[in-house]
């Protein structure tokens, strides 16, 4: 069974950046894209940007310009940078991968930003 090895959360100030890493056990094949989700407290999760298996990227809105995802397939690792943080962008941040084939989701257990104003 894959597991997603979500890191890089913490405490940092608005303004500031952080860069969260999600690691897979072992390479996943079938990859439609690689995602990044978040849920902040008493709201949905809502997805924040997609990679897909042609490199092809898209963001929310809310974080166009601030927000980079990235993707290393040797190391079966998607990366989300986050400059210029806001009060607004605390969360759990969940990666997803999405799949062609079984079992077609596979989830991080999530890593909590919070961004202090």
């Known amino acids: 069974q894959v597991q997603l090895v979500e890191s890089g959360g913490g405490l940092v100030q608005a303004g500031g950046s952080l860069r969260l890493s999600c690691a897979a056990s072992?390479?996943?094949?079938?990859?439609?894209?690689m995602n990044w989700y978040r849920q902040a407290p008493g709201k949905q999760r809502e997805l924040v940007a997609t990679?897909?298996?042609?490199?092809?990227?898209n963001y929310t809105n809310s974080v166009k310009d601030r927000f980079t995802i990235s993707r290393d397939a040797a190391k079966n690792t998607v990366y989300l940078q986050m400059n210029s943080l806001k009060p607004e962008d605390t969360a759990v941040y969940y990666c997803?991968?999405?799949?062609?084939?079984?079992?077609?989701?596979?989830w991080g257990q999530g890593t909590q930003v919070t961004v202090s104003s």
């Open positions: 997803n991968v999405d799949t062609a084939i079984t079992p077609y989701n596979y």
């Open positions: 072992r390479r996943i094949f079938g990859i439609n894209a």
């Open positions: 990679i897909t298996s042609r490199s092809v990227t």
